[in-house]
């Protein structure tokens, strides 16, 4: 088989000049059989499970990439939603106990984080449920490589309002348990959450999978901007195929890896995620591509459309890829960690009401976005709530990562430093939603018939 | 045993000796080179190299940083890749 020169240096430069990389490979880890009485033994045993795994996800991941020539860049664990581990621990602080050893665990594995320190409440929840949730602001503020997630609302269930009122004040006291808030960019909230996903900070190993599973991250949003940039010219059917193409592509090395690398640990497959996940590198930005199809500044009108035709023609370049594509697989908009969407913000070209909007038509939804640090409980758990109506109405994964940056005004710049960039303060509307949200109760799932 | 086999892609300003430089630093490496094809991209020169590695004792991380010591001071920038990823990428 031969191979043209132009189709080598193609690979070559996605990785030298346009930032194409594996993301993320994540193990998901069941923990289901560990389960015990006392959350020592308990945590005893997660620990040396996962540092044993997270090692040998580490070197594994290491030599393939040398062996490959693509750069994985984060490994990371996932595992069964920890309100489960707990349910039969009476000790009292049985969550920071089991989180402790999670972020031991992490720490000895040189593993960037461990996902899946969280609960599914979309209808209700259990005591063990409500102990992980009120455990948040201290596990959070208090470890370093530990995740957290809640579900809150599925399309099947309805959405659990009573936990999202309870949720904006818990967001509270998490941005107060740490620096900047910055426990609050380790946290998400979701409507409809996928239980292979490999992204953090909404990594978890769902009830529905097997002892372990290896999932793929790729990403690659350098990769279509360059192709978008060169093709001015092209009407949006062309532009939609050119992009189809070049996803294709970088999800066929993406699958590669995750093939091998499953091999080589000698767990199964689980899925790639075929999501374009923008980073703090310069023009590796979703806001670019947007810009490049012909928008001056994200935000402006044309936005939404514009994700649209990149969103559908990212899945279905992905989806022929690959036979199995999961996770979240959307495009990510994540405000603080996309170089475009800051200017966006700051040049008043991108408010939060147009970055909703943005939502409806990509998954993953509002994510790491900074709000003054006086937002109220009550307006928080309104912003939530209107992210995950988009999800359940629409049948799709929604999320909300929100940091209400303690002192900060609108208009000031949270600084988290590293992967998760920096967060301009955005406005919010300065009309109240809480007598709303606090009626609480339960929103009754969506019709999934008389759709016409 | 199975075979490996990578492609060495050099890119950056044309200049005397690149290909004999590389072929080379192959040769001490124990690889044996199976096609050699060079192109000017854009006013850039891009050699692709594939070699077959199996009997290199220091395997494609070896190469990697033996080309990148030669690379670095004429200016040019290398990849290697295993021809695996480059059939994944390109071909259905």
């Known amino acids: ?452 | 045993m199975e075979k490996e086999r990578v492609f060495v892609v050099v890119i950056g300003k044309d200049q005397k000796g690149i290909i004999a430089r590389v072929s080379g630093l192959l040769f001490e490496q124990g690889a044996n080179i199976e096609d050699v094809q060079q192109k000017v991209m854009d006013g850039t020169f891009v050699m692709t190299m594939l070699a077959d590695i199996t009997d290199s004792a220091a395997g494609s991380a070896g190469l990697r940083q033996a080309l990148d010591e030669l690379a670095a001071p004429l200016g040019l920038k290398v990849m290697v890749h295993n021809e695996a990823v480059i059939k994944a990428m390109h071909r259905v």
Do not use: Y
Request: charged share 20%.
């Open chain 1, 1 to 452: 088989m031969e191979f043209g020169v132009d189709e080598v240096f193609e690979t070559a430069g996605m990785i030298l000049f346009e930032h194409f990389d594996i993301r993320a490979v994540t193990l998901g880890v069941n923990l289901k059989d560990l389960i015990d009485r006392d959350a020592g033994r308990l945590a005893r045993d997660a620990h040396d499970r996962l540092a044993g795994l997270g090692k040998r996800l580490v070197s594994e991941a290491r030599a393939l990439s040398e062996s490959m020539g693509l750069p994985i860049i984060n490994k990371r664990l996932s595992i069964t939603p920890a309100a489960w581990l707990i349910e039969p621990c009476a000790q009292a602080d049985a969550p920071l106990v089991l989180a402790r050893a999670l972020d031991q665990a992490a720490h000895e594995a040189g593993v960037d984080f461990i996902g899946g320190f969280g609960a599914l409440v979309q209808k209700g929840a259990t005591t063990a449920d409500r102990r992980i949730m009120e455990s948040l602001p201290q596990v959070l503020g208090s470890t370093q490589r530990i995740c957290g997630f809640l579900n809150l609302a599925t399309t099947l269930a309805g959405m659990n309002m009573d936990a999202i009122v309870r949720l904006g004040h818990i967001l509270k006291d998490m941005a107060a348990a740490a620096d900047k808030g910055i426990a609050c960019a380790k946290f998400v909230a979701f409507c409809n959450a996928p239980e292979d996903n490999p992204f953090m900070a909404g990594a978890f190993h769902g009830g529905g999978e097997a002892d372990a599973a290896l999932n793929v991250g790729i990403s690659g949003p350098g990769v279509v901007r360059a192709v978008v940039d060169k093709h001015p010219e092209a009407d949006l059917t062309e532009l939609s195929e050119i992009i189809r193409r070049t996803v294709f592509k970088i999800t066929r090395g993406g699958e590669l890896v995750g093939r091998e690398l499953a091999r080589r640990l000698g767990v199964p497959f689980g899925v790639v995620d075929i999501s374009l996940a923008p980073t703090t590198a310069m023009g590796d930005s979703v806001g670019r591509i947007l810009e490049g199809m012909g928008l001056e500044r994200v935000g402006a009108p044309g936005t939404t459309a514009a994700l649209a035709l990149l969103i559908d023609a990212v899945k279905k370049g992905g989806a022929m890829a690959s036979g199995r594509v999961g996770g979240l697989s959307g495009t990510f908009i994540p405000v603080s960690e996309d170089e475009a969407m800051i200017e966006a913000v700051q040049l008043g070209a991108l408010s939060l009401e147009k970055l909703e909007a943005m939502t409806a038509v990509c998954s993953v939804g509002l994510d790491m976005f900074a709000v003054p640090g006086d937002t109220s409980a009550g307006t928080l758990s309104a912003i939530i709530a209107d992210e995950l109506a988009i999800g359940m109405a629409n049948n799709k994964t929604t999320g909300v990562r929100v940091i209400p940056a303690p002192g900060t005004v609108a208009g000031d710049m949270v600084d988290f430093g590293g992967l998760l960039g920096r967060a301009p303060v955005m406005p919010v509307c300065r009309f109240s939603g809480e007598a709303f949200v606090a009626r609480g109760g339960s929103m009754p799932p969506p019709l999934r018939s008389l759709r016409n």
